[in-house]
Nanobody, 123 residues
Framework: QVQLTESGGGLVQAGDSLRLSCAAS????????MGWFRQAPGKEREFVTA????????DYADSVKGRFTISRDNAKNTVNLQMNGLRPEDTAVYYC????????????????WGQGTQVTVSS
């Protein structure tokens, strides 16, 4: 079992930056690929970005490519999401998740989920 706790959400203006963190505990989280997803009201949960267990590979949704950066520190059991150039359409609850796959995009490929942190971007 892996427990995930997100932090760092908040209310910002368009163009601002925000850094989300995900702290993992329980089973060795460094063995898992980690991903960030988001869900806006009335919409399905969507893939944002993922990083392989060793940090050797990353993947980004087209909508955030060039603006968001995922990183991980296995020694600290943390995964971070640096979000720059935020837009109102980035407003959502952001979830951290862990997957047994090397890297994954699908919600179904993730085994553990955090409770989420709200990010609101005003125009």
């Amino acid at each position: 079992q892996v427990q995930l706790t997100e932090s760092g959400g908040g209310l910002v203006q368009a163009g601002d930056s925000l850094r989300l963190s995900c702290a993992a505990s329980g089973r060795t989280s460094s063995n898992y690929a980690m991903g960030w997803f988001r869900q806006a009201p009335g919409k399905e949960r969507e893939f944002v970005t993922a990083i392989s267990w060793n940090g050797g590979r990353t993947d980004y949704a087209d909508s955030v490519k060039g603006r968001f950066t995922i990183s991980r520190d296995n020694a600290k059991n943390t995964v971070n999401l640096q979000m720059n150039g935020l837009r109102p359409e980035d407003t959502a609850v952001y979830y951290c998740a862990a997957s047994n796959f090397y890297i994954a995009r699908s919600v179904r490929e993730y085994n553990y989920w955090g409770q989420g942190t709200q990010v609101t971007v005003s125009s």
